[in-house]
């Protein structure tokens, strides 16, 4: 797998295209984040600076995209807030 170059903006991943940008929607329709880019299999989310953790949810966490939208699944596996150092 190639790593992403910072200017990326759209990701192709087996659930949809995901784009910097795309609302982060939760299964009770609110938004938790907006996509600020991907790597690997984690989904970063915008809000946070580069000195400090991101937060983050990963990719067998989205249950599907749409045109402006990441919804995520209801599962309750979520890594969300966790936090990650890239």
């Known amino acids: 797998m190639t790593q992403p170059r910072p200017e990326e903006t759209a990701w192709t991943t087996v659930v949809g295209t995901i784009r910097k940008g795309m609302r982060v929607i939760n299964p ?36 599907g995209v749409d045109e402006t939208s990441v919804l995520l699944s209801g599962r309750g596996d979520a890594t969300f807030g966790l936090g990650s150092t890239p």
């Open 28 to 63: 009770d329709g609110s938004c938790i984040g907006i996509v600020s880019g991907m790597k690997g299999e984690e989904i970063f989310l915008e809000g946070t600076s580069d000195d400090r953790a991101q937060d983050f949810i990963v990719i067998t966490q989205v249950d």
